[in-house]
């Protein structure tokens, strides 16, 4: 990354700066969704961007999630490089055709004929009161397709770069964004021209004495237990994979054979989830180095409830975290 | 005669009506070879024939530019022919051949090439009225004045999608041209069991034009067609397009008894009084385009080359093991 400075953008900010730059820069990216023009998409993180390219360039859309989707990957298929913006991850079930049997198939189908460069930006997380049908993280059905690619961002920088990666990228790529993070989380991004590759792993903070390894808003979490921790003498390593597929195995690999131990943690659901596709990566990649076995935390297996004490009680925090670290470094 | 049909009589000149004769047998007698294949044990998988319904897919294809785009279904060899796909590449990839248009990775299902125009042939009914919609959506974005047409059986008159992308159409006025190809079945039950209403109303209600047509009658398809590409690509926005037809034969290769759904009867009466091929041929011959003799002549000619082609597609060879991970990204 090029001259880091001072200036501290919310992630929303990174997002737009990043969907602008592309757009300047590549006269074939489009914004298409609910809302996004002069509303600025309801979580206000597109603003401006109409002001600025106009509605021949940020399309303001019925409500029609398949079919907008479905724009998209012709559109993508025949020339253009559309954004998708798909208001909240729950309406990711209403694009699965398009995602998953047309766009992740085409260029496999077609023998290589066909590409579809197109972003489809959608969001993940709880804790808004928001209810069951607006507060789930379905990122790891969209991993479990090949022909996708998943990017899932815990800081502005990342987004930023990640981002600006993903419209570049000649495949159809989702891109979730927490919804929580958008506007209360906020972090250093270098003003010059960066990208960040797709499939390499950061590590947020370097340990020694157990790997967290978290995704999106977990890794806040993680490096909150990972302070916590530093308290009782236990030095946490926080890794986060930035993007799902594809996947850096290597750098998880290598935190875990490092520490000997590992906890995976994300905001999915826990049964069949991410949290388990990257335990096991790292039990066959660092079994013999491991003191313990990989742990998993994810969010209850229960529809995200409304009421407050229930919602919080089903993602997983810091305290949950930092218990769990204890006892596995405790017993090994 | 009205003005409309002078005109279709005008535009479709003795040139265009012998050529449209020569494609709609090509359609016939690749699909001969691939029942033939099949028959064999040769062919992997599944065919959906399109014999009968040849009419369709050649007056729209004559109406369009080889730009434009295409988007098919499951029943899309006569989309992918009338397009201008080569019958050796076509059969190469129904046999999954390393040659087939998709390196035998797609199959009848799901033949796709961009030297035509085609975006794909559709297993999903209905999947590809999205992608249809955005090769249009792009036409007006980056002002190339493509028309996009999206073929589809009636039964694909029940997925929503179509609604979707019908009003998006509308409102943005994109130049595409729903064509819904009615053979009166959705796979093995009539249409009538399953489409309630008007099924030109459902277009009109977006405010988006339908017409109706013989889609026996070539010539007919292709004027109609004709006003609704040239209109659709000076602006004049979407388009739905009703032809009515029949397919000779079962949803697929493998559907030979179909007493329970319809009367040998019903298909005999089709073949031989609504047979797109023999209604042209007769026209051309009381026109006096051609002669007996002549359409005789091209039937084996045009025999002659699906045979050849299928003889390519069997010498050819499979492909490298090491395709299957190859293209999953680009
Ligand atoms: C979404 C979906 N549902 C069901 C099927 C199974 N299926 C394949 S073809 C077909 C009937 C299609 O009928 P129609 O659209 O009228 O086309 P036709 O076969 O008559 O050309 C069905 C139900 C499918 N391929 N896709």
């Given at each position: ?8 953008l919310?992630?929303a900010q990174a997002v737009r700066e990043a969907l602008a730059e592309e757009m300047r820069h590549d006269s074939?990216v489009c914004i298409?969704?609910?809302?996004v023009?002069?509303?600025g998409?309801?979580?206000?993180v597109l603003s401006g961007l109409v002001e600025e390219f106009g509605?021949?360039r940020v ?24 954004v ?75 987004a930023k770069?990640?981002l600006k990666?993903?419209i ?21 991004v270098?003003?010059?021209e ?139 | ?330």
């Amino acid at each position: 990354m090029p001259d880091t400075t001072d200036r501290e953008l919310t992630f929303a900010q990174a997002v737009r700066e990043a969907l602008a730059e592309e757009m300047r820069h590549d006269s074939r990216v489009c914004i298409l969704g609910e809302d996004v023009a002069e509303a600025g998409t309801p979580f206000k993180v597109l603003s401006g961007l109409v002001e600025e390219f106009g509605t021949n360039r940020v399309f303001d859309t019925p409500i029609s999630e398949a079919g907008f989707t479905g724009i998209a990957v012709g559109a993508a298929m025949t020339g253009i490089r559309p954004v998708v913006d798909i208001m909240f991850g729950d309406f990711l079930t209403l694009t699965m055709d398009q995602m998953v049997n047309q766009a992740a198939k085409i260029h496999y189908m077609s023998g290589g004929k066909w590409k579809v460069p197109m972003v489809l930006r959608t969001t993940l997380g709880a804790s808004r009161r928001s209810a069951a049908q607006h507060s789930q993280s379905l990122h790891a059905w969209l991993c479990h397709v090949p022909g996708l690619k998943v990017v899932i961002p815990s800081t502005p920088a990342d987004a930023k770069g990640l981002l600006k990666t993903a419209i570049r990228d000649e495949n159809p790529v989702i891109f979730f964004e927490d919804k929580m993070m958008h506007h209360k989380l906020k972090g250093p991004v270098p003003t010059g021209e960066y990208t960040i590759p797709l499939g390499v792993a950061e590590v947020k903070r370097i340990g020694k004495d157990i790997s967290l390894i978290a995704t999106s808003s977990m890794v806040q979490v993680a490096l909150g237990a990972a302070d916590m921790l530093a308290e009782i003498g236990i030095s946490a390593e926080v890794v986060d994979p930035r993007t799902l597929w594809p996947l850096d195995e290597k750098t998880l690999i290598d935190s875990a054979k490092k520490t000997s131990r590992a906890i995976v943690i994300d905001e999915g659901y826990g049964r069949y989830g991410v949290t388990s596709e990257l335990a096991s990566v790292i039990s066959e990649g660092a079994f013999y180095d491991l003191d313990g076995p990989v742990l998993r935390m994810g969010a209850m297996h229960v529809p995200i409830p409304f009421s407050p004490p229930l919602e919080d009680l089903t993602v997983p925090t810091e305290k949950m975290l930092f218990d769990a670290a204890k006892k596995l470094c405790s017993k090994s | 005669m009205t003005p409309q049909t002078e005109e279709a009589v005008n535009t479709f000149s003795k040139e265009l009506a012998l050529h449209a004769y020569r494609q709609m047998l090509r359609i016939r007698m690749f699909e001969e070879q691939v029942n033939e294949l099949y028959t064999r044990a040769l062919m992997p998988g599944l065919a959906h024939l399109y014999s009968g319904e040849e009419a369709i897919a050649v007056g729209i294809c004559e109406a369009l530019k080889k730009e434009d785009y295409v988007t098919s279904t499951h029943r899309g060899h006569g989309h992918c022919l009338a397009k201008g796909a080569t019958p050796n590449l076509m059969f190469a990839e129904l046999l999954g051949k390393e040659a087939g248009y998709c390196h035998g990775k797609g199959g009848s299902m799901h033949i796709a090439d961009p030297a035509t125009g085609n975006l794909g042939a559709n297993a999903i009914v209905g999947g590809s009225m999205g992608i249809a919609t955005g090769a249009a959506f792009s036409s007006k974005y980056l002002k190339n004045d493509l028309v996009a047409v999206c073929f589809f059986g009636e039964g694909a008159l029940g997925q929503g999608l179509l609604y979707e992308v019908l009003n998006i159409a509308q409102l943005w006025k994109l130049p595409v041209i729903y064509v819904c190809e009615n053979n009166l079945y959705n796979e093995y039950t009539h249409y009538s069991e399953t489409t309630a209403g008007d099924i030109c109303a459902r277009a009109t209600a977006f405010g988006v034009k339908a017409e109706t047509v013989d889609g026996q009658d070539v010539q007919a398809v292709y004027s109609k067609a004709k006003q609704l590409i040239d209109d659709a690509r000076a602006g004049g926005g979407p388009a739905f397009l009703l032809c009515n037809t029949y397919r000779y034969t079962g949803h697929h290769v493998g559907d030979i008894n179909r007493d329970y759904y319809r009367t040998k009867q019903e298909e005999q009466e089709w073949k031989t009084r609504r047979d797109p091929i023999l209604l042209h041929g007769e026209r051309l011959l009381h026109e006096g385009f051609t002669d007996k003799a002549t359409l005789d002549a091209l039937e084996s000619e045009v025999r002659e080359e699906m045979k050849a082609a299928v003889e390519f597609a069997i010498a050819a060879p499979y492909p490298a093991l090491e395709e299957v991970e190859m293209h999953v990204y680009a």
